[in-house]
């Protein structure tokens, strides 16, 4: 059974910086075929995409509000990803989610909603203003 569990949320002030870490298991699973990113979702919104990262890190793709504020990387040969967010606004506050997916794709821009195999249970990140 494969598990993604993230951390790293928490409250932090508009502007400032958080990294969340997602990390994948058991240490058996491919992590390295698959697309993995990050999703969020908002309280009374739907879930959207945030950030991924193609399998071997050759491909990023990033949501327009994460464009130039948000970094995703990932360590196959720990099962882990990251995404490293700064000048953070109140309007980041959600719940986020680290999805693996798309499975052999090249691509980051393929691990759509539709594409994700496996979901985290979640980190809350809460920015106050």
């Known amino acids: 059974q494969v598990q993604l569990v993230e951390s790293g949320g928490g409250l932090v002030q508009a502007g400032g910086s958080l990294r969340l870490y997602c990390v994948a298991s058991?240490?058996?699973?491919?992590?390295?075929?698959?697309?993995v990113g990050w999703f969020r979702q908002a309280p009374g919104k739907e879930r959207e995409f945030v950030a991924s990262i193609s399998r071997y890190g050759g491909s990023e793709a990033y949501a327009d509000p994460a464009k130039g504020r948000f970094t995703i990387a990932r360590n196959n040969a720990e099962n882990t990803m990251w995404l490293h967010m700064s000048s953070l606004k109140p309007e980041d506050t959600a719940v986020y989610y680290c999805?693996?997916?798309?499975?052999?794709?090249?691509?980051?821009?393929?691990?759509?909603?539709?594409?994700?195999?496996?979901w985290g249970k979640g980190t809350l990140v809460t920015v106050s203003s």
């Open positions: 999805a693996v997916g798309a499975e052999y794709s090249d691509s980051a821009r393929d691990l759509r909603d539709d594409r994700v195999d496996y």
């Open positions: 058991p240490r058996s699973f491919n992590f390295g075929n698959y697309a």
